[in-house]
């Protein structure tokens, strides 16, 4: 079974950076796509960014040009770099990944099927 652990969140200054990793338990992490989701209270979870195993990234249109979303197969870790954090990113973040056998229509259409705990990452201004 497939299990994903999160670290890195904090407490960061609007304006800053943080990264944050999670890793896969699984070798078959490098055959997996992989993503971030937050959470803010109050809202609905939603997709921050996705990659696939061939590295293709997909990002929501509010961090577009601020996050990187980037996997390290060797490591079975995949990782978000956020950059110019503003207050409305605060939010627990989500580690996901979808079965190896999953195709692409699916992974596009489909809630992941593995999550992690969530990482709580705070900016402040």
């Known amino acids: 079974q497939v299990q994903l652990v999160e670290s890195g969140g904090g407490l960061v200054q609007a304006g800053g950076s943080l990264g944050i990793s999670c890793t896969d338990s699984?070798?078959?992490?490098?055959?997996?796509?992989m993503a971030w989701y937050r959470q803010s209270t109050g809202k609905q979870r939603e997709l921050v960014a996705r990659?696939?195993?061939?590295?293709?990234?997909k990002y929501a249109d509010s961090v577009k040009g601020r996050f990187t979303i980037a996997r390290d197969n060797v490591k079975k870790t995949v990782y978000l770099q956020m950059n110019s954090l503003k207050l409305e990113d605060t939010a627990v973040y989500y580690c996901?990944?979808?079965?190896?056998?999953?195709?692409?229509?699916?992974?596009?259409?489909?809630?992941?099927?593995?999550w992690g705990q969530g990482t709580l990452v705070t900016v402040s201004s």
């Open positions: 990659i696939l195993r061939d590295g293709n990234t």
């Open positions: 699984e070798s078959s992490f490098s055959r997996r796509a």
């Open positions: 996901a990944g979808w079965r190896s056998t999953r195709i692409l229509s699916v992974i596009a259409t489909s809630a992941p099927d593995y």
